[in-house]
Nanobody, 124 residues
Framework: QVQLAESGGGLVQAGGSLRLSCAAS????????IGWFRQAPGKEREWVAA????????FYSDSVKGRFTLSRDKAMNTVLLQMDSLKPEDTAIYYC?????????????????WGQGTQVTVAS
């Protein structure tokens, strides 16, 4: 069992930056792929990015590629999502999730564990 907790959301002006954290408890991230999703009001949950903990392979959706960056803090068992050049359309609740799959990680149904989410609001 993995418990996930996101933090770091908030309100920022367009063009600004935020850094989200996803901390794991219960067990380490070692066998998992950690994904970030977001969901705006009235829209489906959208895959944003994913990182495989062991090989440190990183993947990004086209909508955030070049603006968002994944990293990890192994000692703290934490995945970080640095979000730069934020746009109003990035406004959503952001969730981190964990899956044992190294291949299927772009859909919400691929994930076994979810955090509670953190709100990101980008003002124009």
């Amino acid at each position: 069992q993995v418990q996930l907790a996101e933090s770091g959301g908030g309100l920022v002006q367009a063009g600004g930056s935020l850094r989200l954290s996803c901390a794991a408890s219960g067990r380490t991230f070692s066998p998992y792929t950690i994904g970030w999703f977001r969901q705006a009001p009235g829209k489906e949950r959208e895959w944003v990015a994913a990182i495989t903990w062991r090989s440190f392979a990183k993947f990004y959706s086209d909508s955030v590629k070049g603006r968002f960056t994944l990293s990890r803090d192994k000692a703290m068992n934490t995945v970080l999502l640095q979000m730069d050049s934020l746009k109003p359309e990035d406004t959503a609740i952001y969730y981190c999730a964990a899956t044992p799959s190294l291949v299927d990680f772009r859909g919400p149904s691929d994930y076994n564990y979810w955090g509670q989410g953190t709100q990101v609001t980008v003002a124009s």
